[in-house]
C-alpha cells in the first residue's frame, strides 16, 4: 500500500513508496520502535521513532509542521527521525495506504517545506 516517507533532512524529499505496513516494516523505516500519531483532520496516520529525542534523532521539521497542524503534539514538542505516513486504520482495524488526494496534498506541502539541495543554495 501507498506510504510517504519523510525525511529528518529537509534536503531530501518525501518519498512515495508501495510497502507491506506490518510491525518489522514499520520499525525498518523508523529506525527503531515505533510511536503511532494520529493526523486525524487530514485521515492519516504517522509512525516515527519513539525513542527519536533519547537516541537524539536529527528533528524533522516538516513531520512536526503536519503534527502541530493536526494539533497532534503540543506547540513546543517535536517530531526526531524519519516519519512514515499511512492512511487512517479502517474499521477492521487494519491499515490503509494513502489515497491519491492525499499523496497529492503531501506533494503540494513538500513543494512548500522543503529545504533547497545543496547546489541550488549556492
Known amino acids: 500500500m501507498q506510504a510517504a516517507i519523510i525525511p529528518a533532512d529537509r534536503t531530501q ?8 505496513p506490518d ?4 520499525q525498518s ?10 493526523l486525524r483532520p ?3 496516520n504517522m509512525y516515527l521513532n519513539e525513542n527519536g529525542k533519547l537516541e537524539a534523532l536529527p528533528a524533522n521539521p516538516r513531520a512536526t509542521v503536519l503534527c502541530h497542524w493536526s494539533e497532534a503534539i503540543r506547540a513546543d514538542d517535536f517530531i526526531c527521525g524519519d516519519a512514515i505516513i499511512l492512511g487512517p486504520i479502517d474499521d477492521d482495524g487494519e491499515e490503509t495506504g494513502l489515497r491519491d488526494v492525499q ?3 503531501l ?11 545543496a547546489t541550488e543554495q549556492q
Not at 29 to 38: H, S
Open 42 to 44: 487530514y485521515s492519516m
Open 103 to 105: 499523496v497529492d496534498w
Open 107 to 117: 506533494r503540494r506541502f513538500e513543494a512548500e517545506n522543503s529545504a533547497p539541495a
Open 29 to 38: 523505516l523508523a529506525g527503531g520502535d515505533i510511536q503511532l500519531v494520529g
Open 13 to 20: 524529499p518525501i518519498r512515495f513508496e508501495e510497502i507491506t
Open 23 to 26: 510491525l518489522e516494516t514499520l
